[in-house]
């Protein structure tokens, strides 16, 4: 069983460009979380999502990022207009939310996107 | 609001003594709480999970954490440490409140393993 898999793994964009973040969730698994980890600290919550659904983005700055898990294909975080700050590690993981891994969340190897 | 506080952001011991990183949670709730590795430039590795089971947890390498409802903490030991442990450690609650399992991450504790 392939565990989370995020691409691209290192992500490089201008200031103004667009960055495209995919995730594709374990096997079996409908529930996907988005973090961001900025440089020295912890992961930060942004989106929830399930199959088609947001469920949570009150994690989500108000502009520029995007989130969607369509019903075929993987999960995309999508920033526009990419400015310094956005320079992070962004994890994906995903959940069965049920059964015994109920709570149990399974994180990707990250994107980590550089702005210049 | 639920949350942890991570007390130390650097540990430093050497190899084959005991490891003690010090977490404590705030919660309204009875919490599931977790303790997740990350090695420099890698993903997350969950190590151990708490879940209203039993109080000591017993996790992967060796690790293990006792959930202490009265101090509210969730500290995360290990008898003896590997220069392999040497990584970044995170204590972590899931939001109960909102039913959603987002993850609320402490800050980390940076661990530092001496030959």
């Known amino acids: 069983n392939a565990g989370v898999m995020q691409n691209p793994r290192h992500l490089v964009r201008r200031r103004g460009q667009e960055a495209r973040l995919r995730c594709s969730p374990m096997k079996g698994h409908s529930h996907v979380y988005w973090y961001r980890q900025l440089p020295e600290e912890g992961l930060k919550f942004m989106v929830y999502?399930?199959?088609?659904?947001?469920?949570?983005e009150s994690g989500m700055p108000k502009e520029r990022f995007s989130a969607e898990f369509p019903k075929e294909g993987p999960s995309i975080l999508r920033i526009q207009q990419v400015v310094r700050g956005d320079s992070a590690a962004y994890f994906c993981?995903?959940?069965?939310?049920?059964?015994?891994?109920?709570?149990?969340?399974?994180f990707g190897p990250g994107t980590r996107l550089t702005v210049t | 609001a639920q949350s942890v506080t991570q007390l130390d952001s650097h540990v430093s011991v050497s190899e084959g003594t005991p490891v003690l990183l010090r977490c404590n949670y705030s919660s309204s709730y009875s919490p599931s709480l977790f303790w997740y590795v990350q090695h420099p430039n890698k993903g997350l590795q969950l190590l151990l999970k708490y879940t209203s089971a039993a109080t000591l947890v017993k996790g992967i390498n060796g690790f293990e954490a006792e959930f202490k409802k009265s101090e509210t903490s969730f500290h995360l030991t290990k008898p003896s440490a590997h220069m392999s442990d040497a990584a970044e450690y995170f204590c972590v609650v899931s939001d109960s409140f909102s039913n959603t399992g987002k993850l609320i991450f402490g800050q980390g504790t940076t661990l530092q393993v001496k030959p």
């Open positions: 999502l399930q199959k088609e659904n947001i469920i949570d």
């Open positions: 993981a995903s959940s069965p939310r049920e059964g015994a891994e109920a709570y149990e969340q399974y």
